[in-house]
Each structure stands twice: as structure tokens, then as C-alpha cells.
């Protein structure tokens, strides 16, 4: 075990390690050990080269500091109690517990200066990837005549889990392509996990593996080296690639007898270890919280340091004002999450007898909002020509050029995660694109999109069976509950063109969390009233799109979203004819429809019609609750079928005349719960590859093929 020093720095380590294993051992619960093994490289970042602003924490051009290992979490908190930040040393003694700002794992928007939500391995590394894309391309569009109003760092503090994580692999693979030389990776080499040493399930040389992505990669052979440290942070600042630092630390460094070891992980240290640790450290044992009076004036200078970098920046700012009025003017208000006025003025109309696919309407409203809204930015999966979502006449984001339009590969994980780290950055309103049923390949970074409240839109297309000939592995059934189930993810399906161009305009309004867009590969008819009624009916989630005609009272609800919207509306008319008054409601957002206030609930969905019917081509589960106890479900419980899409939705009876009959039943029958497919959802089990799909002759369906070949992921 190294000698204990009584220098300054070594006082100051000693600091950030000893609050950190009280915060734990006070919780009964938490991480000591990366704290104490990290807390070298983390004071040399943070003393020496993190340039902030502890009073303000949202200053525009401050480095980014990611701790992608958040399990380590009260490293973070004792740095940002002892720089100056709002968080009370009561604070770190509430760590883990009800209503504190120190949980046990960081969460943005919760404590000041905490730059990303991270706990789950590989995100915040995903994270900081994006924030150094957004950087790049912000100071692209800003910075003019050496007037540099947009020039900042990323760093992150990474562990062995992180790195193990398919999604940093993704995330380091593009980052090193692009050559984002102003992002900095710390690895907490400390060689044990949770389960042991890291050795029983891994044995790759990570600084040849990140070489290989393109990354500049060093070595400091002794993690309490503080030269090493700041020579190898210098280094790195002087390549143009992105940089990985692999530090060899002690995981619960100075702990007699769980230093090196797994028990220094996930637990307390324990009260007896505890005092024998603090001992080691030249502390006194009987002391917790303790926070020396030299050790925190030598933190405290970021203050000061921090006021005066925002003095100067603030000046420069005007300086810049100068000359660029108007990019000073859209900088601000970028970075404020504002949009321009009139905005939304382009957004296009669709006639009633056309027939457009949502993608296609998608990318119309993609088009006709990249010009009044340019912090709209991203790109998709390696399916841009699928999903419809570059901006066309923009440049590619390469190494070479910060272009509009993102190429993220075939990395859907990935793109999750550094599509947050844009949103976490600021300056943009960041989107990203696959196929729907992909969307399970990034289900992790969309979950921490809602949970810390990102502005992201997530456009997922190929939404549905009707995706045709692709197959079953290819179109989504399970993933709209799924995806509902998620809290704070609003999960929209338009029926048509126009209610596609209103949901754009819902995912830009939006704020406090991410708009999944649901859009169709195949050609849907524009429906009669959504030119008039879509934009304020899909922004309230749900309306009336057609109601029961000669003003008489519904007897007959029929709700549907998506590509069975058409259904509904059809079958009304069949309904209507049958002398059974029908409403035809529209349900695209069910989080935003809930969102409302009852009395609108009530009048869409008038608690005493009680006869209603769902349909969605996908799984029924959740339905119960807008069908109530005396209407039917029309769902697929089952997976797809590879054919033509017209053929697949006859075969399964999602047709307006089924969904007709099952309205009558209904009504006149009292039939009620969930109505099979006619196929009846009898799936064979074939060897070892799970269900198969029925046989479909050809020529089954003499319905004619309406959506537009395009290629996909195979």
C-alpha cells in the first residue's frame, strides 16, 4: 500500500475519499470503493483542468464532466459540495435517502451540476459522446472572426462495467470515426467488478481496443501518480482524436482489508473498517463529514475562478454581439429552449383522396421545419433512406464537416444514448431514427430520455405488419403497449398525413421529456377532418374525428390509432347505413389524452356510450382502459407473416368490413373482450425457432400492393 503523504494534495484526496465512504457508511448503502481508488485522477480534472462555474452550474460554455460510472455517485457529490455548488453538506449526509439531492445514482435536473442521468453501465460514456458532437457542431454554426463564444471540453470518469457495455463499443466506434478530439475518457482501470476480478470474464487490452476505434490511448501505470495523471489529461488535449486514459487504480484504496477486493463495491465499508481506513489515511477516525479547513480553500478557488471565467465569457458574448447581433440573439435563444415565432407557420395540409405513407409525411414536416427550426438535428440507424429523416441540401456530420444530417450506423444502442448526451448539451432539439421494431436494440437510452426528461424524438417507422414482406422479425405487435408502459414517453401513432404534420408539431412543443413517433411504410388514405381537427386534436392526444351523423347520440364508439384509423372510419359508414349511429374517435397519444382534463375525456368518450370498439394491429394490452367493460378489442396477439401488406391485414381481419361486423356485435349482441384474428392466432412451434406464421398462398388477396419498396436492415 503506497505511503500516506501530509502534502496538500494528498489532503484533499483524502477529503473527497473519506466523505465519500461517510455518505456511504451513513446510507448503509451505496459504492466506496471506485470513490477511493478514483479520487486522484478525479482532483486533477477537477482542480486542474475542468474549467466551470460551481455558481452558475447552466453556463453555456462549461466543460462537461459525465461520471458514466454513476454507482460511484458520492465521488461526484463530494466534488460538487466541495467546489462550491448548491449542495449542503446535510446534503451528502441524507445520501440515498427520501427527498434528498444526492440519490444514489446522479440525476440530472436534480442536483446542480450533475450533467447526465447515469447508473446503468455504458449510457453516460454514450452521453458524453453526444455532448462532444453537439459542441462541434454549435460552435460550426456560431462561433465567427476568432470570436469563440462556443469552445468547451467533455470529460468522463469511466469503469470496467461501462466499457464492458455493447453500447459504449457503439458509441467509442462512432465517436472515433468522427474524430472528436475535445472529448477525454478517464478509465477506472481498478480490475474488479462486482462479481470478482475482472479477469473471469474479460481479458482484452482496452487501450489497443479503443486504438482500433481510432482513439488516442495512454496508460498511467499508478492511479495515485498525480503527474502521470496531468501529463497523460495534457497529452490527450493535444490530439485531435478522442482520448482514453487508463488509469491502474485501487478499487478501495487505503482499506486494510478490502482494498483490491469486490467487497469494496457494492457495500459499506463497515464501522470497523471504516476507522481502520481513516487511520491508514492519517484521518481522525472519530470524525465523519470532516472537511479540513485547507483542503476546502484549495476546492473553493473554482468559485472564484468559476465567476471570473463567466465574467469574461459574458464579455466576450457582447463583444461578439457587436458585430453578429443576430447569431448572439439565436444563440441565446437556443441555448433557452425557445422557439423561433411562427415557427410551425410551413407545416404542410393534406387533401382528402390522397394517399401518403407517414414517413413520407414525416419527412415533409422534417423539411419544412429545418429552416425555421435549426437546432433540429440528428439522423438514423443506417435507414435515412427508410426512415425519411435527413434534411435534404445538408451536409453529412463527418470529422471533416459538422454537417446537419447524422450518420449513426448500425448502432442503435448507441444512437439512444448520444442522442441524449445532445439533448443533455443544449442548442438542440436532437431526433433519431429506425425501425420500430429496432427500437427494443435502444430501449435503455429511451427509458433514461424519459426519466430524466430529455426534449428527444424518436422516429420509428416500418410501425406494424403493414411493413409487409420484411416478415415477422421485422414488424413490431408487443412494442406499443411496451412502449406505453414507459412513464414520461409520449408514444404517438398518427392515422394519416395531416395528423403526422400535427405530431411533429407535438414532439417540438414538447417539453420535459421525449415524442416517439410511430409512422407507416405503406400509403395511407387522408381522412376527411384531420385537415381541420388534427393539429389541436393529436397535441390533446385524442378527438372526434367523425361523429354520429343527422347530430344523434353514438350508440357505438370506434377508437383506433395509426394505419387502422382508416378502418374505423370506414366501418362507421357501413354502421351508419346498418342505422347504428357511430363516433369515430381518434386516439394517436394516449399519455397526452390522459393528460387532459376530464371533463374533455368525458366529452370525447362520453361515459354512457359504453359499446365501443378498439383497433390496433398490435398487442391488445391496454386497451381494458378506453373500452371499458362492455366493448371489444380488436389487437394481434400473435407475430406477423411475411407477404404483401394489403394480403397480411386481410388474412388477420383488419378490414373495415370485420371491424364493422364486430361493431354490430357489439351493439346488438353484447359481444365483448378480445376478438381473435380470423387467422385465430394458432401458431405452430417450429424446431428452435419459435412461432411460425401461417401459410399464405398466392394470390390470396386481391388487394393491390400500395407502399414503396425501400431497403432496410436485413
Known sequence: MTAVTTDLDQLCINTIRTLSIDGVQQANSGHPGAPMGAAPMAYVLWTRFLRHAPTHPDWPDRDRFVLSAGHASMLLYSLLHLTGYDLPLDELRSFRQWGSRTPGHPESGLTPGVEATTGPLGQGFANAVGMAIAERRLADEFNRDGHEIVDHWTYVIASDGDLQEGIASEAASLAGHLRLGKLVVLYDDNQVQLDGPTSMAWSEDVPKRFEAYGWHAARVEDGNDLAAIEAAITAARMDDRPSLIAGRTHIGFGSPNKQDSQKAHGAPLGPDEVRLTKEAYGWDPDRSFYVPADALAVFRQAVTEGEERVTAWNEAL?????????????????????????????????????????????????QTLAEPVPELFGGAADLSESNLTDIKGEANFSADEPG???????????????????????????????????????????????????????????????LGEDGPTHQPVEHYAALRAIPNLWF?????????????????ERRGGPVALALTRQKLPVLEGTAQRAREGVRRGGYVLRDAGGGAVPALILMATGSELQLAVGAAGALEDDGIPTRVVSLPCWERFEAQDPSYRDEVLPPSVRKRVSVEVGAPLGWERWVGDEGAIIGLDHFGASAPAGTIFEHFGFTAARVAD?????????????????????????????????????????????????????
Open 662 to 714: 364486430v361493431g354490430r356485435r357489439v351493439v346488438r349482441d353484447g359481444l365483448r373482450g378480445r376478438i381473435p384474428t380470423l387467422d385465430g392466432g394458432h401458431f405452430a412451434h417450429m424446431g428452435s425457432g419459435g412461432g411460425a406464421h401461417p401459410t399464405l398462398r398466392a394470390g390470396d388477396s386481391g388487394v393491390d400492393r400500395t407502399e414503396d419498396s425501400d431497403p432496410g436492415h436485413s
Open 318 to 366: 457582447a463583444r461578439y454581439a457587436d458585430g453578429h447581433v443576430g447569431l448572439a440573439e439565436e444563440f441565446l435563444r437556443r441555448m433557452a429552449g425557445r422557439l423561433r415565432p411562427g415557427w410551425d407557420k410551413g407545416l404542410k395540409t393534406y387533401e382528402v383522396g390522397t394517399e401518403v405513407a407517414t414517413r413520407n409525411a414525416s419527412q415533409d414536416a422534417i
Open 404 to 466: 446537419r444530417n447524422l450518420r449513426f450506423g448500425v448502432r442503435e444502442h448507441g444512437m439512444g444514448g448520444v442522442t441524449n448526451g445532445i439533448a443533455y448539451h443544449g442548442g438542440f432539439i436532437p431526433y433519431d431514427a429506425t425501425f420500430l421494431t429496432f427500437s427494443d436494440y435502444m430501449r435503455g437510452a429511451v427509458r433514461l430520455s424519459a426519466l430524466a426528461g430529455l426534449h428527444v424524438i424518436d422516429v420509428w417507422t416500418h410501425d406494424s405488419v403493414g
Open 492 to 508: 404517438v401513432r398518427p392515422g394519416d398525413a395531416n395528423e403526422t404534420s400535427a405530431a411533429w408539431a407535438l414532439a417540438l
